[in-house]
């Protein structure tokens, strides 16, 4: 990303300062701070005020931070808590925006008790989530470079894979790929559930093997440039059976029917209800248990989300899941996932990955 | 781990609840979690009441949970909070115990609005935290399987590597083996850092080639069974020459006078004293820019820490890191670390890797 980027999303954020009657902005969940600041370290806190941003950390991060970042770098020992409050009073800053959603309530006493009674903390709601869901240009390079290397993983891996392999080698493998591609790390913990555990629909890799008839979830995603992918198929160890192939087409049919409502303007919901509408009509609807997507950037799991009750609308630009599920206990669980973009017009699937069932 | 060995945790919790004048305790923070419950999954609440836990969880983990925790489960469509909240009401708890290290604010002004007037929500510290800090028998057995796992990954992949290979390839070999060894996940991201990146405590490995002369920082940790590893060894890309070597054996001789410092009952700030004087004789004292080790086990960092101002005592049966370094920019950095279990007399090294300075 270049340095201009994250000083025009930090001239935006002071910007918008004044209409919500504040005098800065603290901000240190990491993934706002990175989006703001360009620092990937794992601790510190960055301070937006009206021509001015201030970014605080320890000292494990004395060189690295102002080669990431072209905020003001102040390096704290001891805790941050300390060096931000020596900021605010000699900035002389009185209504200070903080993030409840992403503050402890130890970091927030620990402000509030020993900020000066002329000074307050002010609640400020997803207003940098907000900005995160729309992607800039970059960043939707940077998630389509993400999604190609968790396809090309995806696919190396499997056309040289074969029945008896472990859950937790198959995993091993694909997280394997994907750093060689150029990923920094999985987004999560790579699911690969066979049989009956293919039900679970976060389960994680065990020493059980892929054995002859079993149904296969690989749900997987990569950290790459700092931005997420996430795609989930679906292997049988040898033909498929009947039963299999019925629920397959079921989920595969709701997962081209939400996709199909995806546009800008849509309601999030109605995506779900799209999805939710074709499994019903294959008796699928109640073992649909999750929501049918989510957001992605640089988080795996952000806003918007695309359940049944949510109402924000799709806009163009943002990047999400769309991925259908069926889970039946004792049985197993079938979930087809891409990432795609949100247009005018409809969406771009990102996902180049074949929608096929993997025989293996 | 055994599930009666979850189960001795939340009743010694239970216990404790009425000398703290608590009706209840609310845990959320999923280390804490898995400790009191045995659940592994990414979102839950557990209550713990005399003569009753409740682990509060949503539809995802609804087959998962009850395998995993003999806690009584409740599926929670929508909002967790909601969920709790219903259930603290049927309970008729009056005061709770909440985490405010490890809760969010939103999370506890949703709980704390709709409380009835009757009920209050107490802070506790670290009260979890301090019952984690001494491992049980079984715990030790999985810290030192995960050492082991990482040393043998670190050792397999050493021994193949050559010259010239790119930071993020070394950091995909040394976790693919990692994981093919056992390991469900690297507990940080792999640090390789060569040349004037040495410097950087933590660096994320880059395309940056290991080339003649350089100095490498690899600092590697897994995740096996839910608990973590934690190692720093260094190499040298040809033969090292004069200045790192003397650097090398000047945090060398910290390290060891730092283990040799540990025992129970031994000041946390004592350790890492012990490393800081070895550095200062060597006028390395100023680019010690951390402390000396910290805790680990469900997390990778986790109390006791070692530091210049840390007050605690070592106990028997805490597994702590002793990790000094010294970081020259422009120059490198060297750190070496070893994973060691606290005992009466002194301690036990797990770390089986030799602290050669290995030379590829």
């Not at 989930?232 to 629920?247: C, I, Q």
């Amino acid at each position: 990303m270049a340095n201009n980027e994250y000083e025009q999303r930090r001239q935006a954020v002071a910007e918008g300062l004044a209409g919500r009657k504040l005098d800065a902005l603290l901000v240190s969940f990491s993934p706002n701070l990175r989006y703001l600041s360009g620092f990937t370290g794992s601790s510190g806190a960055l301070l937006i005020l009206p021509g001015k941003s201030i970014l605080l950390t320890d000292p494990r991060y004395q060189i690295q931070a102002p080669q990431e970042s072209t905020c003001q770098v102040r390096i704290v020992k001891g805790p941050l808590v300390i060096g931000l409050l020596a900021a605010v009073k000699k900035l002389g800053v009185k209504r200070i925006g903080y993030e409840p959603a992403r503050m402890t309530c130890d970091f927030f006493d620990a402000v509030k008790s020993q900020l000066s009674l002329r000074a307050s903390l002010e609640p400020v709601h997803g207003w940098i989530e907000e900005l995160r869901m729309v992607k800039s240009a970059d960043e939707l390079e940077l998630i389509r470079r993400s999604v190609d290397t968790n396809s090309r993983a995806f696919e190396q891996t499997i056309a040289r894979i074969k029945p008896g392999i472990k859950e937790q080698d198959l995993a091993a493998e694909l997280e394997y790929r994907m750093r060689r591609l150029g990923a920094e790390k999985p987004a999560f913990e790579t699911i690969v559930a066979t049989g009956v555990r293919s039900a679970l629909p976060h389960a994680q890799p065990t020493g059980a093997r892929l054995t002859a008839g079993d149904l296969v979830v690989v749900d997987m995603g990569a950290f790459q440039g700092g931005y997420a992918s996430d795609m989930t198929r679906m292997l049988s160890v040898g033909p498929p059976n009947a039963k299999v192939k019925r629920m397959y087409r079921a989920v595969l049919e709701a997962q081209l029917a939400a996709i199909d409502a995806v546009r800008a303007g849509a309601k999030t919901a109605r995506i779900d209800s799209a999805a939710r509408k074709v499994l019903k009509g294959h008796g699928l609807d109640k073992v649909f248990i999750h929501s049918t997507g989510h957001g992605l950037g640089l988080e795996i799991h952000e806003p918007p989300r695309l359940g049944k009750h949510d109402k924000a609308r799709l806009r163009a630009g943002m990047a999400i899941t769309i991925e259908p599920g069926a889970y039946v206990e004792g049985f197993g669980g079938v979930r087809i996932e891409d990432t795609v973009i949100v247009t005018e017009k409809g969406c771009e699937i990102l996902t180049p990955t074949s929608k096929d069932l993997y025989i293996v």
